[in-house]
């Protein structure tokens, strides 16, 4: 059985748009609704939000600062992953690097603006380690790469399937996405990392102190604030350990 959608929706603060649309109508393949300053972006299965919004005044988010480390679109198998993975090499994206961790295989990138993404497959829940959850080691590229021939946007299935954040200290983190919104703590053995996640999955939130405390000016480009599908069906909003509005909803539909 798959499991629960529980990311639903992503704002970012962008100072250059049309890289920002280039990058993520132009080359991943969403679709745009547009009412500025306002961008949404989503897959053609509409599984979640992502949304712009244009400052042209906004400071660059200096790399690496407290907020968003990277957020991860989830893909539905291998070949969707390698056939996203051939178009942004073949038009030059921002690689950052390939990992096996276990319970899914992951790529890097990053956004012109330096946001971190990644694209990632989950590999079936029985195949998952059985010692610590997740690990990292080197992933075949050409391997996954052999896996389609051809380069592909977006399939209309994908979902953000969770967000990673550099915060100040693991325990306030514990303390909000743990204790304040109920997720199990599903790894410690990362140096400085905690994952955090309901229903069982190996995690909706990462988060870890790899940044230090440096802090991005205010106003910004990067992490804004996300909307959570909350299995408890609670009704509002917070604000989380790096400052991002979380808003929690019991709607499936709610963007």
Known sequence: MPFPRRLLSLALRVRDLGAALGFYRDLLGLKVEADPPRYRLFPEGRGF????????????????????????????????LAGVFRRLLEAGAHFEGAADHGVSEALYFRDPEGNGLELYRDRPQGEWPKGPLMFTLPLNLERLLAENPKATPLPPETLLGHLHLHVEGLEGAEAFFAGRLGMAVTLRTYPGALFFAWDGYHHHLGTNTW???????????????????????????????????????GRGDAP
């Open 49 to 80: 939000c992502l949304e712009l919004i244009h400052d042209p005044e906004a400071p660059l988010r200096p790399y690496p600062s407290l907020g968003l480390y990277h957020f991860a679109l989830l893909l539905p198998d291998r070949k969707a």
């Open 211 to 249: 940044a230090g405390k440096r802090q991005a000016p205010e106003g910004a480009t990067g992490l804004l604030a996300y909307t959570l599908l909350d299995p408890f069906g609670r009704e509002e909003t917070l604000l989380d350990p790096v400052g991002a509005r979380v808003r929690l909803t």
